[in-house]
């Protein structure tokens, strides 16, 4: 198959279909997550969509197991992953941190992507995007594309949280919400207030 971003060149596929390829890509990251496995490099570099127009979740080179017991080679301090895909806790070297809302995070990226058309952190050297991952809120998607329903900026905004405990518990739960828009249903996931935004945003700037 080809890598999911060519895939996207290639065959030009509508909001809609993206939107449920990245609902089975988030299904097949949380059959991961169930064995214990966090794949820390979610890109879209790393999912194969067959011919038949199935993706597949690829490349678990910098995976990581979390079960209780298990060892990990990673240091505290390394940075693992690619940067404009990882999470804050990645982006800051706290192994310690990484569990499958990291992985949440990554598909967020790729779901802001998906609706802004760009991927929400960029820089020109590896320490800037590091510092806006880890800092800086990017812009709505609705702000960059109008046409985006408010439902799914709902859903990749509670992925893109800086706060891990304020993102989707794993990836089946962000894989449900994207279901239920597509169905037509009430999502989970609600959209955060103005208010709640800038508290958030100052506890990370305190001055």
């Known amino acids: 198959g080809l890598p999911l971003d060519a895939h996207c060149a290639r065959h030009a596929p509508d909001l809609r279909t ?18 214990g496995i966090v794949h820390r490099d979610l890109k879209p570099g790393n999912v194969l969509v067959d011919r038949a127009g199935q993706p597949r979740v ?7 197991e979390v079960r209780e017991g298990s060892e990990t080679l990673t240091r505290s301090g390394a940075v693992i992953g690619t940067p404009q895909y990882m999470s804050p806790e990645q982006a800051d070297g706290e192994s310690r941190h990484i ?7 990554s598909l967020g990226v790729m779901l802001y992507e998906i609706l802004a058309g760009h991927r929400p952190f960029e820089g020109e050297t590896v320490l800037a995007i590091l510092m806006q991952v880890m800092t800086q809120d990017p812009p709505l998607p609705r702000a960059i ?3 985006v329903h408010a439902d799914l900026e709902t859903i990749c905004l509670k992925a893109l949280e800086k706060d891990r405990s304020r993102r989707y518990d794993s990836a089946g739960p962000l894989a449900a919400d994207l279901g239920r828009f597509l169905g037509g249903e009430p999502i989970e996931a ?4 103005a208010a709640t935004r800038w508290l958030l945003k100052a506890r990370r700037h305190p001055a």
């Open 18 to 35: 993206r939107v449920d390829l990245l609902r089975r890509i988030a299904e097949a990251v949380e059959h991961a997550h169930g064995m």
């Open 58 to 64: 690829a490349d678990f080179g910098l995976a990581k």
């Open 99 to 105: 569990d499958p809302r990291s992985d949440v995070f």
């Open 145 to 147: 594309n109008p046409k």
């Open 190 to 193: 609600r959209p955060v207030g």
